[in-house]
């Protein structure tokens, strides 16, 4: 019994560090791990053993904007915060953005202060879960260590006991801060349009201002962990300067009114691959900016800069192709609001050879940067005297009718749009999220990666799993949200059923759509 035991474990811990099938000429790596979500990703080789193309599939199908027809519009911040149990604020934030644009009514001050605490502290607390759990396992165990050990329980093994608890009990405390407005973590319920369902008491006010404060030690603990542990190591920063990951691409960021970087409420600004702005736009007006393109082999939609034109997979000056998240925010914007993420920022710069950065891999860096960010500003608005006050909603009495609502998601721009009868019913709804805007360079980020690891290879069986580990990589520093990205398509959903002996040998196939 112990043994069946075991060896169920061992397969199950084996699919949940990816399985690599391999033929002589191409590879499956089926599923793709450590990200939100679920993907694989195909290899093909040409007949000198080079990778000939290499695509990164979503198979997965959600349709949130399907589900939400007919629901009354108040609905939609519970809705759409369950598209993911990872990031629910995001999608609960936007969407009460979206609600108060639906309904034209502004929140109260407090209201909107209470919303962007809330809102920095989830960034900072989902960023940590990132790089500790599911991106920093490849630098802070490496990228060629067993699966088995490229996990939280591996970085805990180096980091430290003491470091581990660190990580997790801030993480948590940070959680309690949301479910204290939320009433719960995973899917709060605290966005209405003009505000908030709740108001922080004066004599709660003490324990959130020292977590604040805690959360700024943690933030720049982090990144003096990430400079020590992968700046101070020559391999990593050869790999991740080097044209493996690296893009030439436009950038799209939220950014204040001086252009600086915020999470929650500004404008969109773009920049193209030399750091020139291209536009900038509210979220009303985002369709003028923004539109989709389909691809038969995934589920995701690939955006791109509608003025620009959709002109494929490519990079450069003219490339319609643009990038959201920690990378694309530092880029897109002239600095950061606070002072300690204002130095991080700069040191990023100098370091990495100017602005902006085209590194992929850099990304991570960026994030712990925003961490820095997001922790300064809860500290600003935790001790903001106007953050106790009990006006934090005003009640909306106009007729809806269209309502968009953006914020910076820890993955980048996400976009609600909703369209409802004069009842509040909604109509139409559409989604575009941070992994949705990333799709098109998360694609030639696998390729390039793909390309630029794997030359000459006479038999794929043969291929290292560190090595693919490596390709993975290049699609986990944007850190995607898989069945946040899915939208339906027109006509029937294609529908793939393959059956497998125990074996894994693939006995029939059956295909619809």
Same mark, same amino acid.
């Given at each position: 019994m112990e043994q069946a035991v075991k060896q169920t474990f061992n397969q199950g811990h084996l699919r949940a560090n990816a399985a690599y099938q391999a033929a002589r000429h191409n590879v499956t790596i089926d599923p793709i791990t450590r990200l939100e979500g679920h993907g694989k990703i195909d290899i093909?080789? *040409?007949?000198?053993? *080079?990778?000939?193309?290499?695509?990164?599939?979503?198979?997965?199908?959600?349709?949130?904007?399907?589900? !939400?027809?007919g629901r009354p519009a108040e609905d939609m911040p519970q809705i759409t915060s369950r598209i993911c149990g990872v990031c629910p604020t995001a999608h609960h934030m936007a !969407?009460?953005?979206?609600?108060d644009d639906l309904y034209q009514i502004e929140p109260t001050s407090a209201g909107r202060k209470i919303r962007e605490l809330v809102?920095? &502290?989830?960034v900072l607390e989902d960023h940590a879960l990132h790089f500790f759990v599911l991106g920093g396992p490849d630098f802070i165990v490496g990228p060629d260590a067993p699966p088995a050990e490229r996990n939280i329980v591996g970085v805990i093994g180096k980091v430290g006991i003491e470091a581990g608890k660190k990580v997790i009990s801030t993480r948590k405390r940070l959680r309690e801060l949301i479910a204290y407005f939320g009433g719960k973590v995973v899917h709060p319920v605290l966005g209405l349009p003009g505000g908030v369902s709740k108001a922080l008491k004066p004599e709660d006010r003490p324990k959130f201002q020292q977590l604040a404060k805690d959360g700024v030690e943690f933030a720049e603990w982090t990144n003096a962990v990430f400079k020590q542990i992968v700046l101070g190591n020559p391999d990593y920063v050869k790999m991740i300067t080097s044209d493996t990951y690296t893009h030439r691409t436009c950038y799209m960021g939220m950014v204040?009114?001086?252009?600086?970087?915020?999470?929650?409420?500004?404008k969109l600004r773009v920049?193209?691959?030399?750091?020139?702005?291209?536009?900038?736009? &509210?979220a009303r007006q985002y369709r003028d900016f923004v539109s989709e393109h389909v691809e038969p082999w995934s589920?995701?939609?690939? &955006?791109?800069?509608?003025?620009?034109?959709?002109?494929d997979f490519v990079e450069g000056p003219d490339t319609s192709i643009y990038a959201v998240g920690p990378l694309a925010r530092l880029n897109a914007a002239d600095g950061m609001a606070t002072p300690r993420a204002q130095a991080a920022y700069e040191e990023f710069y100098q370091t990495l050879g100017g602005k902006p950065v085209h590194h992929t891999l850099a990304t991570h860096w960026a994030r712990v940067i925003e961490m820095i960010y997001a922790a300064e500003r809860i500290e600003q608005l935790i001790n903001d005297p106007e953050i106790t006050s009990p006006e934090v909603r005003r009640v909306p009495a106009n007729v809806p009718k269209e309502g968009m609502g953006v914020v910076e998601a820890p993955r980048g721009t996400l976009f609600h749009h909703y369209q409802t009868d004069d009842r509040g019913v909604i109509t139409m709804a559409n989604m575009i999220v941070a992994t949705g805007n990333n799709a098109a360079r998360i694609a030639m980020s696998v390729e390039r990666a793909a390309k630029g690891l794997i030359k000459g290879v006479k038999d794929a069986t043969q291929i290292p799993e560190g090595?693919?580990?490596?390709?993975?990589?290049?699609?986990?520093?944007?850190?995607?949200?898989?069945?946040?990205a899915t939208h339906t398509l027109p006509g029937r959903t294609p529908l793939r059923v393959r059956i497998y002996d125990c074996e894994r040998r693939l006995l029939h196939q059956i295909v619809q759509g």
């Open positions: 093909y080789l *040409d007949d000198q053993g *080079d990778v000939a193309r290499a695509y990164m599939q979503v198979p997965e199908l959600r349709g949130f904007e399907v589900f !939400s027809l !969407s009460a953005k979206c609600l809102y920095n &502290t989830f204040d009114d001086a252009n600086k970087l915020n999470f929650y409420d500004g920049v193209d691959c030399n750091g020139k702005e291209v536009c900038k736009f &509210t589920y995701m939609k690939f &955006t791109f800069l509608k003025q620009r034109g959709w002109k090595l693919l580990n490596k390709v993975e990589m290049a699609f986990r520093a944007y850190d995607p949200c898989l069945g946040c």
